[in-house]
């Protein structure tokens, strides 16, 4: 059974930093894109970044460049998203998700085959 687990949510002020991690357990991480995809309220839910199963490519989106950075640990199991200079609009539930294996890097949510239950990110101003 794959289950996807997120961490480090919580409430900051806005120029403020949180870190995501997100542990997978199930299967074999290293053959799996991973990202992080956001929603909030009354809004569509976004992909936020996501990183392909060898790391060697990434998206962003335009609202995340030059302030999110993904990673993974393949050893661990593992995926975070630092997030630096915090923005009351990033105040959103994000989700940590897993495409198919050997899967390329998009963002498109239809491409993601898991989902983590998510976790409150709230930005105050």
């Known amino acids: 059974q794959v289950q996807l687990v997120e961490s480090g949510g919580g409430l900051v002020q806005a120029g403020g930093s949180l870190r995501l991690s997100c542990a997978a357990s199930?299967?074999?991480?290293?053959?799996?894109?991973v990202g992080w995809f956001r929603q909030s309220l009354g809004k569509e839910r976004e992909c936020v970044a996501v990183?392909?199963?060898?790391?060697?490519?990434?998206y962003y989106a335009d609202s995340a460049k030059g302030r999110f950075t993904i990673s993974r640990d393949n050893a661990k199991g593992t995926v975070t998203l630092q997030m630096n200079s915090l923005k009351p609009e990033d105040t959103a539930v994000y989700y940590c998700?897993?495409?198919?294996?050997?899967?390329?890097?998009?963002?498109?949510?239809?491409?993601?085959?898991?989902w983590g239950q998510g976790t409150q990110v709230t930005v105050s101003s």
């Open positions: 990183i392909s199963w060898r790391g060697g490519n990434t």
């Open positions: 998700v897993m495409g198919g294996a050997f899967g390329g890097v998009t963002p498109s949510q239809g491409q993601y085959d898991y």
């Open positions: 199930g299967l074999t991480f290293s053959m799996y894109p």
